[in-house]
T-cell receptor, first 115, second 110 residues
Framework: NAGVTQTPKFRVLKTGQSMTLLCAQD?????MYWYRQDPGMGLRLIHY???????AKGEVPDGYNVSRLKKQNFLLGLESAAPSQTSVYFCASSSPSGPTYNEQFFGPGTRLTVL | GQSLEQPSEVTAVEGAIVQINCTYQTSGFYGLSWYQQHDGGAPTFLSY????GLEETGRFSSFLSRSDSYGYLLLQELQMKDSASYFC???????????FGPGTRLSVLP
């Protein structure tokens, strides 16, 4: 099992450009999440999804959009990138039941720089 | 909403015991998790407390007191590889989301 994978691993954008970050999980998890982590800080929830076709806003959703067209994939979009969106983005997944119910599984992260 | 507080840094020597505290203010709460994150890496799950009391997993233990809005992570027999950031995370009452604390950077000295 690959667990949670993220594409790309690194990206540099210019202000105003757009991009999509892809998250994929092979654990058949219902829940998926996008977080951002700024230097020396904790994780802040951007958007999340509790099932295919559903999305909801987290703590810091402005400037981002998401889609969950397939259960295994969760996409994070930046329509017009700003320097304030320079951060490390982590995707995570979890299950609403079973032995790993209380655990979030994280991807390796995407390091995004907006110039 | 939820907000959690942790000390920013803790330093200890190899072989020692260290406790990392987490206090929280929340209007709805379902449990407390702990995650470890090495520099440049992703967070990895350590433990979860749904009920008051102590949960033990090898060298790591986690404690929760819901009446005191307080929990801690206890690391025993510290090793150099334990140098990392440790995050507590509160789970909302719907069981869907976690809110993360700011993290505690643990440095283990030889």
């Amino acid at each position: 099992n690959a667990g949670v994978t993220q594409t790309p691993k690194f990206r540099v954008l210019k202000t105003g450009q757009s991009m999509t970050l892809l998250c994929a999980q092979d654990m058949n998890h219902e829940y998926m999440y996008w977080y951002r982590q700024d230097p020396g800080m904790g994780l802040r929830l951007i958007h999340y999804s509790v099932g295919e076709g559903t999305t909801a806003k987290g703590e810091v959703p402005d400037g981002y959009n998401v889609s969950r067209l397939k259960k295994q994939n969760f996409l994070l979009g930046l329509e017009s990138a700003a320097p304030s969106q320079t951060s490390v983005y982590f995707c995570a997944s979890s299950s609403p039941s079973g032995p790993t119910y209380n655990e979030q599984f994280f991807g390796p992260g995407t390091r995004l720089t907006v110039l | 909403g939820q907000s959690l507080e942790q000390p920013s840094e803790v330093t200890a020597v190899e072989g020692a015991i260290v406790q990392i505290n987490c206090t929280y203010q929340t209007s709805g709460f379902y449990g407390l998790s702990w995650y470890q994150q090495h520099d440049g890496g992703a967070p990895t799950f350590l433990s979860y407390n749904a009920l008051d009391g102590l949960e033990e997993t090898g060298r790591f233990s986690s404690f929760l007191s819901r009446s005191d809005s307080y929990g801690y992570l206890l690391l025993q027999e510290l090793q150099m590889k334990d140098s990392a950031s440790y995050f507590c995370a509160g789970r909302d009452n719907y069981g869907q989301n976690f809110v993360f604390g700011p993290g505690t950077r643990l440095s283990v000295l030889p």
